[in-house]
């Protein structure tokens, strides 16, 4: 029963109980709840203080997301909130576990707050596009002052129960039983004056250069956010609460607050909030990963160990898996023996552990590997070494081994097709760096087994990962769509744009890089030696434009033929201050290079809007995200977003390229691909997806459909 419980402890302590699992959401019931107890204990002449706190060592997550969707019934927060604050007798939160948005602010109403060692409390309103607005944004700086509050509501971040007792969020930490605390502390603060405990009625103390902090805070959440609304509006509330009386401040974050309410970054945070608990389904050949046993990996190998391999093998370690880490080049063996350990324990540190939990071992042969459970390998991405080396640990690994490849794009199946037993072949693709980054592409080959697929799902979630099981074809997902993108980018260079101008209207959407800038990044070569492997930058007899029939842009290749790989060689779209070099400069030679080109093929420049340029670019990487839930290699719509927003730095307030499509209108999408298809009828990838045209001529359902509408649409056709 979701609900708030009533009930008096030796007769003169009411307790308030919120019972709404998993984590006391307040959701109708449990606020009517709270506001039928705040009415007994006004009428039991016997209670002389009041604890709240919630059920299962949990005290409140906030508000329930759920509720959202449709028109708001019941108690509203604010009220319950206010009669809680002004209530004679003294109100005790008593917090376990977390008190998270308005599970806080339900907390800032009461008198007196005790927490629980282990506790984590916070304003995260912010990453869901909104902003503490149950009165929370002018209740924690008139508690904590305006610096400390700025940082807590702008960033969303979780603390500590330490952290909060030490920014006086919390007056005391336990050990021990906080409920229990809580109770005594409630009945030794009876008679005491409530009115210096009400946050409402506090002055909000703020540094003499008040402006001068908010408009640095302004600054700050601008470049951090890269277009999100939320932030701003939480500086806009502190200013509100750091300049106005408390009414007005309320008055101001209910306005604020109902302009981001209806904003569709707020609905996009929503999506890719749930998004990521939906992620990784997908079903290899009928039989489920998500109800197969795993195994529990004590002892693991990484093969290769240049730039993957080295942080694959750190993020193993912090997960507790024990190492063998294997490079064939002395070289770079002793560079991973001199660098690993320093990014390990820097790993540690900021995870607040003295010593690394998991140990390693570094060799030069793939023999010392016989005893692991699982095998990542992360030699160059070149298929007839790969292959070797899976035939080698077939016959070295035990049996039952799991051998997992981090390629970039290769097919699993052929590599399994190297080994004795294919079903124990999956792909773990990492994102560079391996240890930084959250996205874990797991790639199930048509014959990898529920298993093996189940096992390096679990695998990367204790490695910190948000894994995403995804099917095989060339690129897999994230890698599949960008190459549609990239083209697009280089199809404009040759048209009359410059890389800056490409640059800057993609990260004036929100990426936090360009593609060229990233291209830079990364090194132009990544993407060389996999079209040289694809056997495109050979021009054989077709036109220079052209290859296999299709519209192709040589220009990247002839950076790399000329040395500019990018930041490493301190040149590439950009000029760099030397090789490794990381501040982009416009270079006159590319403009030089480009007018060259342009006027041997014939081409006329033209000015590009930057319109064009994000539709080519963007609608082009979502046409193939369609053609790939067409083609089931992603399970939906959420897989695909949550992808593209935690590995490719699409920005979170746009959902990602699915969700962003049909904020935009699937019929609009539709409509630009057949008009730029039409004026590039030589490119394949502006051709709609046959799935968007169903869509569209279904009346575009919104994204949260598209998985039903997809596996009917497979039934029927
Ligand atoms: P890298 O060139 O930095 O490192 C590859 C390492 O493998 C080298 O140190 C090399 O000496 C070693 N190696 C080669 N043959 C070996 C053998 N027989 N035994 C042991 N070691 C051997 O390459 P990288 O960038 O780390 O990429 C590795 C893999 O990860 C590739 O498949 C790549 O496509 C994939 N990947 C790369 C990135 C990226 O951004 N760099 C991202 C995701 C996936």
Redesign the pocket.
């Known amino acids: 029963m979701k609900m708030a419980t009533y009930s008096v402890l030796s007769g003169s302590v009411a307790l308030i109980t919120l019972q709404n699992p998993p984590v006391n959401a307040l959701s109708e019931a449990v606020r009517t709840g709270i506001t039928d107890a705040v009415q007994r204990t006004l009428k039991d002449p016997q209670v002389t203080s009041v604890v709240i706190c919630g059920q299962n060592g949990r005290f409140c997550g906030g508000a329930d997301i759920r509720e959202f969707a449709g028109p708001m019934s019941g108690p509203p927060l604010v009220p319950m909130i206010h009669a809680l604050e002004a209530m004679e007798k003294p109100v005790v939160a008593a917090i376990e576990g977390l008190a998270l948005g308005g599970g806080l602010e339900l907390a800032l109403g009461c008198h007196y707050r005790i927490a629980h060692s282990q506790a984590l409390l916070g304003l995260p309103e912010v990453t869901l596009g909104l902003l503490p607005a149950a009165g929370g944004s002018q209740r924690l700086p008139r508690l904590i002052g305006l610096p400390a509050a700025l940082d807590l509501i702008t960033t969303g971040r979780h603390i500590s129960a330490s952290e909060a007792l030490k920014l006086g969020i919390v007056d005391q930490v336990t050990d021990d039983n906080a409920l229990k605390m809580a109770v005594e502390f409630a009945r030794s603060v009876v008679g005491q004056p409530l009115g210096p405990r009400r946050l409402s009625t506090r002055p909000c103390h703020s540094p003499p250069d008040v402006d001068s902090v908010l408009d640095q805070a302004l600054a700050q959440v601008w470049q951090r956010g890269r277009g999100a609304l939320a932030p701003v509006a939480c500086v806009g509330a502190l200013r509100a609460a750091a300049t106005l009386p408390y009414a007005q401040g309320m008055e101001k974050e209910r306005e604020l607050m109902a302009t981001l309410f209806n904003s569709g970054q707020a609905r996009a945070l929503q999506y890719a909030f749930f998004s990521q608990r939906v992620v990784g389904k997908w079903q290899p050949s009928g039989a489920r990963w998500d109800n197969s046993t795993t195994r529990t990996i004590r002892k693991a190998a990484v093969?290769?160990?240049?730039?993957?391999?080295r942080g694959i093998v750190v993020a193993l370690a912090l997960a507790g898996v024990s190492v063998v880490a294997?490079?064939?080049?002395e070289k770079?063996l002793a560079a991973a023996r001199q660098m690993v350990p320093e990014m390990l324990q820097r790993g540690a540190g900021r995870r607040g552990l003295d010593t690394p939990p998991g140990v390693i071992s570094f060799s030069s042969g793939?023999e010392d590997v016989s005893e692991v459970e699982l095998v990542i390998e992360?030699?160059?991405?070149d298929m007839a070494?790969?292959r070797r080396?899976f035939s080698r640990l077939a016959t070295v690994c035990r049996p039952g081994t799991v051998l997992c490849?981090?390629?970039?794009g290769?097919d699993i199946d052929q590599l399994a097709e190297a080994t004795q037993n294919p079903a124990l072949v999956v792909g773990m693709?990492?994102?560079?760096p391996a240890h930084v980054m959250k996205l874990l592409e797991v790639v199930c080959g048509p014959r990898s087994s529920p298993e093996a697929v189940a096992t390096a799902m679990v695998l990367g979630k204790r490695m910190g990962k948000v894994s995403v099981a995804v099917g095989n074809c060339p690129g897999f997902v994230g890698n599949r769509m960008l190459k549609p993108y990239m083209e697009q980018a280089n199809f404009l260079l040759e048209e009359g744009a410059t890389p800056q101008q490409v640059d800057e209207a993609l990260e004036g959407f929100g990426f936090p890089m360009g593609v060229f800038r990233m291209s830079d990044l990364?090194g132009l070569d990544?993407g060389w030696r996999v079209r040289k492997e694809a056997g495109l930058t050979e021009q054989g007899v077709e036109p220079t434009r052209m290859r296999q029939g299709q519209r192709y842009s040589p220009l990247p290749d002839q950076m790399c033929e000329g040395g500019r790989l990018g930041q490493k060689t301190g040149r590439g779209w950009y000029r760099y201050d030397g090789p490794g070099g990381r501040v982009a400069r416009s270079d006159p030679w590319v403009q030089n290079f480009l007018e060259t080109y342009r006027a041997r093929h014939g081409l006329v420049p033209r000015r590009i809007a930057t319109e064009e340029i994000l539709e080519r670019c963007l609608y082009a990487l979502t046409n193939e995200g369609f053609n790939i839930l067409q083609d089931g290699v992603a399970a939906g719509p959420e897989d695909i977003d949550v992808i593209y927003v935690f590995g490719y730095g699409w920005p979170r307030h746009r959902g990602g390229p699915m969700f962003h499509a049909g904020q935009v209108g699937l019929a609009r999408v539709l409509e630009k691909l057949e008009h730029y298809q039409h004026s590039h009828p030589d490119v394949p990838h502006l051709k709609p997806s046959s799935l968007l045209r169903r869509l569209v001529a279904a009346g575009s359902p919104p994204v949260q459909k598209w998985r039903e509408f997809i596996s009917k649409d497979r039934v029927h056709s």
């Open positions: 093969i290769g160990l240049g730039t993957m391999g294997v490079e064939s080049q770079q793939l992360a030699v160059f991405e070494l790969k080396i490849s981090n390629t970039s290769l693709h990492f994102f560079a990364s990544v």
